[in-house]
Structure formats: structure tokens, C-alpha cells
């Protein structure tokens, strides 16, 4: 993880002074987790997480409210801040904080999508397959999401199917062990990492 961290902080910068890094994956994948411990070893980066901007109409309906809340304001070398979506209100209450930081990281289905993309520096994918995300996701909810999961479950296919994100990261990891490799895009790393996610 230290390796990984120091690579993100040498890439040159990607959203004003901000070096955007995408943590992408299917949902239950461990972005969350993965992001938390990346953003330690980069001495506290800032996550925006993608759940705290998408809603129950519109769970790939944030890319308007990342760019003009989060996006635009880093790109011009100010803090930002977003407006949080409670899933138990169904509406948004509370605001987060982004600090234009060396690297701030964007964690969640789709962060790495084609919207996104032009103010990225790095896309990193949790490699692990949609039903076994899946199964992991539903362990960790409970039987009482189950019906959230089967429509979650088919609008995160028909998301990837129209604007995939794992062919452009150039970070693979992987979603049971751990194990942080270069993809085939981008510059190769000659370092592959373990970080212990088997119970994300």
C-alpha cells in the first residue's frame, strides 16, 4: 500500500492541482474498505464516496452533482463541498468536505465512468466478480435488502455494459486477497502489494 500511495502521488496532477484517483468496482467488491486504507497510507486523504451522491431514483444519476459540487471547484484549486444523500430519509441532509489535497480519492460503482474519466489520474478496480460482490454485499446487509440488492444488481449491470470502467485501470486489485497489481494500461508497476480485504 505504501508503494502504491507514493506512485499515486508522483502522477502529475489531474483535476487542478488535485491528483483524482477513481476506486471502482461492483458493489460489495471492498472499494470502501480499500479506499479507507489507501487513504491512511496517503497520510489522510480526502474519499469522496459515490453512495453519499447518488439516490434511490438515481443510483448512476450523480455525475451532475460530483462535477459542479466537488469536481469544479478542485479544478480551480479550492475545497469543495457535496450535499450527502440519507438513504433512511430519502433525501439529502448534510454536507461533506473536500479539501484540494495532492490526491483526493473517488470511491464507488462507476467513479471511474466515461464522465468522470477526463479528471482522473488513476483508475483502480477491485477485481472481483459481480456475483461473488454480490453475495458479499447481501451477507453483510441481511435478508431485509435483499429486494434492494436484485434491482441494485441489474441497473449496476446495465451500467457497466454501456460505460465500463475496468478496461481503463491501469491498478488492479484483487477483491479476496488483496494483492495490488498493474493492469495492461498505463505504466507498469514492478511491485504487487498485499492488503488483507478477504472480509470486505
Known amino acids: 500500500m505504501t508503494a502504491l500511495a507514493a506512485e499515486l502521488r508522483a502522477l502529475p496532477p489531474s483535476c487542478g492541482p488535485v491528483r483524482l484517483v477513481a476506486v471502482d468496482g461492483h458493489a460489495g467488491s471492498g472499494k470502501t474498505t480499500f479506499a479507507g486504507r489507501l487513504a491512511a497510507?496517503?497520510?489522510g486523504a480526502p474519499v469522496v464516496h459515490l453512495d453519499d451522491l447518488a439516490t434511490h431514483r438515481e443510483p448512476f444519476g450523480w455525475t451532475g452533482r460530483l462535477r459542479e459540487q466537488v469536481l469544479e471547484p478542485l479544478a480551480a484549486g479550492r475545497d469543495s463541498e457535496y450535499r450527502v444523500y440519507d438513504w433512511?430519509?430519502?433525501r439529502f441532509a448534510g454536507t461533506a468536505a473536500v479539501p484540494a489535497a495532492p490526491v483526493v480519492l473517488v470511491e464507488g460503482v462507476?467513479?471511474?465512468?466515461?464522465?468522470v474519466r477526463p479528471w482522473l489520474a488513476r483508475v483502480v478496480w477491485m477485481e472481483l466478480d459481480a456475483a461473488s460482490a454480490r453475495r458479499r454485499g447481501e451477507e453483510r446487509d441481511g435478508p431485509e435488502l435483499a429486494e434492494f440488492w436484485a434491482g441494485w444488481?441489474?441497473?449496476e449491470s446495465a451500467h457497466f455494459a454501456a460505460d465500463p470502467?475496468?478496461?481503463y485501470a491501469a491498478t488492479r486489485v484483487d477483491g479476496v486477497t488483496g494483492r495490488?497489481?498493474?493492469s495492461t494500461v498505463g505504466e507498469p508497476s514492478?511491485?504487487?502489494l498485499t492488503c488483507d480485504i478477504a472480509r470486505i
Open 165 to 167: 470502467s475496468r478496461p
Open 190 to 192: 514492478t511491485t504487487a
Open 110 to 115: 462507476g467513479a471511474g465512468r466515461r464522465a
Open 41 to 43: 497510507a496517503l497520510g
Open 88 to 90: 433512511t430519509l430519502r
Open 153 to 155: 444488481a441489474r441497473a
Open 180 to 182: 495490488i497489481a498493474a
